[in-house]
């Protein structure tokens, strides 16, 4: 069962609002970061209901709603000025039943054999950590991240991962879920590492596809079920991400709309589980609504459980 779907950090349907305002380093000045908050927090906040309106539930803010969340330039208190506006979104998501995530970028790798991009991955985490925290949410809403680099080889790699994991603090740790990519770890590699640290893993359509290891022939379902048992009932609902492929790209590349057949067979890889599905196309909340309206689908209010479409 579906319990809720939603879409990644910008909203196309409003178009004036957005919640990645940022400026460059060298125009960073407390007076102009302290803007650019203000801002991408008030309209988080209209995002938000239009979200309601619209039935998605589920909604990644972007990395970037505090511009140099963790870098020496962003010297503001800000989880402290800005304190009645964070406790105003944090309220509204609970109130809606809403779910939100957050995805540092690519740069964030706990793994990497840089002792530098360790250091700059660890102040990254803490720094998004402390937007989920204050918005005063629970660690049901998730920091996702991927395994990170695969060189010299996958077992070494793994091994810096552990390493890395174990500095990460415990209250950031407790949000931290990881995801199969598309180029260097798999659901394969990845979830026997889950079960073993007790950390959530979240499953991607498109990246398993992309890149399934020797799992490409075993079925989905079953791959499903599994990842569905390192979600603890304090982590929520296992998250899933859904896309479909640009056919005019490389292996993993996200398609502006989703496929609704493709939806639907993945739908039906469900069974008895329940999920949060986050739709990562580039068609964001265009893309859901046109999807909705091409199945027909009643999404389920949020903070409801409805079942997936039928086709």
């Known amino acids: 069962m579906i319990r809720a779907v939603g879409y990644a950090g910008i909203c196309l349907g409003l178009p004036a609002r957005s919640i990645t305002r940022t400026t460059r380093l060298a125009h960073a000045t407390p007076e102009r970061l302290r803007a650019l908050i203000r801002l991408n927090l008030t309209d988080l906040l209209a995002i938000l209901a239009y979200n309601v309106r619209e039935r998605f539930c589920l909604f990644r803010i972007n990395q970037g709603i505090i511009p140099f969340v963790s870098h020496p330039i962003n010297t503001l208190a800000w989880w402290e000025e800005f304190a009645p506006l964070l406790r105003e979104n944090g309220e509204y998501i609970r109130a809606h039943g809403l779910r939100v995530s957050m995805h540092p970028g690519q740069y964030t790798v706990l793994n990497s054999e840089n002792p530098a991009v360790v250091e700059a991955a660890l102040a990254e985490l803490a720094g998004t950590c402390r937007v989920l925290d204050a918005l005063g949410l629970p660690p049901m809403h998730k920091i996702v991240i991927h395994g990170g680099a695969g060189k010299p080889e996958a077992a070494s790699a793994l091994a810096r991962l552990r390493a890395g994991w174990t500095r990460v603090p415990a209250h950031v740790r407790a949000r931290l879920v990881l995801e ?14 889950c079960r073993a640290w007790g950390v959530p893993l979240v499953f991607d359509w498109l990246h398993h596809h992309a890149r399934p290891g020797s799992w490409a022939e075993r079925p989905v379902a079953e791959i499903l079920a599994e990842v569905a048992q390192t979600w603890q009932p ?11 492929q640009d056919r ?17 067979a993945f739908a039906a890889h469900l069974h008895a589980l329940t999920v949060d599905v986050m739709a990562e196309c580039k068609g964001k909340d265009l893309a859901l609504r046109r999807l909705r309206e091409e199945l027909g689908w009643e999404m389920p209010a949020c903070g409801d459980v409805g079942p997936p479409p039928a086709g």
Do not use: I, M
């Open 234 to 244: 304090h982590d929520g609902p296992p998250k899933v991400h859904f896309s479909s």
């Open 180 to 193: 199969n990519d598309d180029r260097v770890f798999s659901v394969e590699d990845l979830l026997p590492v």
């Open 248 to 264: 005019e790209k490389k292996p993993g590349a996200h398609a502006y709309w989703l496929e609704t057949q493709e939806f639907l």
